[in-house]
């Protein structure tokens, strides 16, 4: 398996601009999760999906962020608009059971996205 | 106040040697807690998870305890290598799937 695929890798936009980040989970995988790292706030969980549901968003930081799993292969995280403070490092990670349960989480490779 | 703190912020040690991090949490109803690995610029990547009735588990050099009663958890890298550089973080599960992250501790293994 290829692992969790993210894209882009990198992204640089202008204030005001709508961001999309996609990522593809590990096949069979029934949990994905978005996260955020930055330097001063580390790394915080944005949302969790399970079976394609979110389960909990009460990390999106506030209504210019959503997120949307139309299948089990793909999700999707937008920001609209975009601002500088939402510069950060964007990760998905998908694991097969529950977060409370203890399947590993498999991270990618992240989105670096900069606005400007 | 942060549920999960992790101490050192930050540790240099000679190639070779030993360490331990560690992760202290106010979590609660505990579910279970795991020790992940970053190196710079990339995700992070699991290294050890425990549930409330698991006092230890290894992964390689790396071994992770767990005190429920005391609601303390470390990491120690045995013999470190300079692949050891890394960010850790602590992050704990409660029981309704909520997920509370440490700010991590930077290790520098230095030649």
């Known amino acids: 398996d290829a692992g969790v695929i993210q894209s882009p890798r990198h992204e640089v936009t202008e204030m005001g601009q709508e961001v999309t980040l996609r990522c593809k989970p590990i096949s069979g995988h029934n949990s994905l999760f978005w996260y955020r790292q930055t330097m001063m706030r580390g790394l915080e969980l944005l949302i969790y999906f399970n079976n394609n549901v979110p389960i909990d968003d009460s990390g999106m930081p506030e209504d210019r962020f959503s997120a949307k799993m139309p299948n089990a292969s793909f999700s999707t995280l937008k920001i609209q608009p975009s601002e500088p403070r939402d510069s950060a490092v964007y990760f998905c990670a998908s694991t097969f059971g529950l977060a409370e349960h203890t399947d590993t989480q498999y991270f990618g490779p992240g989105t670096r996205l900069t606005v400007l | 106040k942060n549920q999960v703190e992790q101490s050192p912020q930050s540790l240099i040690i000679l190639e070779g040697k030993n360490c331990t991090l560690q992760?202290?949490?106010?979590?609660?109803?505990?579910?279970?807690l795991r020790w992940y690995k970053q190196d710079t610029g990339r995700g992070p990547v699991s290294l050890t998870i425990m549930t409330f009735s698991e006092n230890t588990k290894s992964n390689g050099r790396y071994t992770a305890t767990l005190d429920a009663d005391t609601k303390q958890s470390s990491l120690h890298i045995t013999a470190s290598q300079l692949s050891d550089s890394a960010s850790y973080i602590c992050?704990?599960?409660?029981?309704?799937?909520?997920?509370?992250f440490g700010a991590g501790t930077q290790v520098v293994v230095t030649p």
């Open positions: 992050v704990v599960t409660d029981s309704w799937g909520k997920l509370q």
């Open positions: 992760c202290n949490y106010t979590v609660s109803p505990f579910s279970n």
